[in-house]
């Protein structure tokens, strides 16, 4: 499973100085692995988005299928049988995430995604041509839910689960893009790394972590 790097753009620990801040602005290189049509692929993302009293966060993301995946829909008539094709898929979403649990070490939140984007085929033709379907607009909603464990001060481990569901598109086509979402993940808080260095703190340190701390 691929680690995505996280990096929030201010300190994102879980004291109770940072609990207070109003919002917050977020980036995240998301990368998410799915299976679709029994083929192991890997989404790459980039989020922008807002966090709220440490809560709530909010935003944008946008999703590239980093390989073509082999279609399950036959090509078009007036090509050779030998056809061969692949799917390709590409999508903006806009997402809301809530923190369920939040301590000193742990976090678990759940994320809702819609997303609007565009598919469409590539056709191999055994004479070595390449052909290229129309765009299709695709609908997408992703729900998930994360889990985090925070190993340092400024370090922590993630990883979430869920579903990939198109809507408002053919039934083949839903059966070739909907599919399980999964990640690993790792976060570096910038915030508090930048304090660590600053006051000499010791780097791998679980001061703060421990529940009598």
């Known amino acids: ?3 995505a790097l ?35 692929v ?3 993302g980039l989020k922008l988005g807002v966090e709220w009293r440490g809560r709530l966060r909010t935003g944008i993301g946008v999703y590239l299928l980093s390989n073509a995946i082999p279609s399950r829909q036959p090509p078009p008539a007036e090509l050779p049988a030998a056809t061969r094709a692949e799917l390709r898929f590409r999508y903006v ?25 565009k598919s469409y085929s590539r056709y ?3 004479d070595g041509s390449v052909l290229r379907s129309p765009k299709q607009t695709i609908w997408l909603a992703e729900p998930t839910v994360a889990g985090q464990m ?32 999964f990640y690993g993940r790792a976060k570096i808080s910038l915030g508090d790394l930048y304090k660590t260095l600053r006051f000499k703190r010791r780097l791998f340190s679980q001061n703060g972590l421990r529940p009598d701390n």
């Not at 109770?16 to 083929?39: C, E, G, K, T, Y």
């Not at 979403?93 to 984007?117: C, D, F, H, N, P």
């Not at 370090?155 to 039934?171: A, I």
């Open 150 to 181: 925070r190993v340092f001060r400024w370090f922590s481990l993630g990883t979430g689960l869920g579903w990939r569901q198109p809507v408002f598109v053919s039934r083949s086509l839903q059966r070739e893009l909907n599919g399980p979402v």
């Open 124 to 126: 191999f033709v055994p």
């Open 93 to 117: 979403a806009g997402y809301g995430e809530y923190v369920v649990l939040r301590t000193k070490r742990w976090e678990i939140s759940g994320q809702a995604q819609m997303g609007v984007g």
């Open 42 to 44: 890997t989404l790459l």
């Open 6 to 40: 996280t990096a929030a753009a201010q300190d994102s620990g879980f004291s109770a100085d940072s609990a207070q801040l109003h919002r917050r602005p977020v980036f995240q290189l998301d990368v998410r692995n799915s299976i679709l049509n029994r083929h192991y």
């Open 1 to 3: 499973m691929l680690l």
